[in-house]
């Protein structure tokens, strides 16, 4: 995908959510920390160019509600900033890439400090499969198959695709 690939599945997702929700009146547009967060500040950007609303948007970082704590750096600049109360609101979660649903599962945990929301749906610009929970998006940009020693990369650019060259995590076009 290239940045107009991303534009019209941002623009596309948008419709779905507003047709899905029937509007953006109660919708609150949440990014995951931090490929999901500038996802969350287009989508929510284009939601309101569409249905004329401002829709809030909010960041979350889940780093302590992982599963697998210790084994994947913290980030401290990632910061959680949910602007309004959840309760009786529409969630939509915006991450870039779906794996293996871990990430998603701590989101909701962490979600559950911000007030009761009537739904929350998950929103990602790539879906690569691969899931070890039983969790599906509602919104996707791109299916693309993946093998599990393949990296997806998404960026204002695009996404790519890279391979694990070696143990320590560096990636090869």
Request: glycine fraction near 8%.
């Amino acid at each position: 995908m290239d940045a107009d690939d991303m534009r019209r599945a941002i623009r596309r997702m948008a419709h779905e959510v507003i047709e899905r929700n029937h509007g953006v009146a109660d919708v609150v547009v949440v990014g995951l920390q931090t490929g999901g967060v500038p996802l969350a500040r287009s989508l929510a950007a284009t939601l309101r160019d569409i249905d004329g609303h401002d829709v809030s948007v909010g960041t979350l970082d889940v780093a302590f509600h992982r599963d697998d704590v210790g084994l994947r750096p913290i980030m401290p600049e990632a910061v959680t900033d949910i602007p309004v109360d959840l309760t009786d609101r529409i969630v939509v979660l915006v991450d870039d890439v779906l794996f293996t649903g871990r990430t998603v599962r701590a989101a909701l945990d962490a979600l559950a400090g911000f007030g009761r929301p009537r739904a929350v749906q998950l929103a990602v610009m790539v879906d690569r499969g691969h899931r070890e929970l039983p969790i599906r998006p509602d919104f996707v940009g791109k299916n693309l198959p993946t093998r599990r020693d393949e990296l997806v990369d998404v960026s204002a650019e695009g996404v790519s695709l890279g391979s694990v060259a070696d143990s320590v995590g560096e990636t090869t076009p």
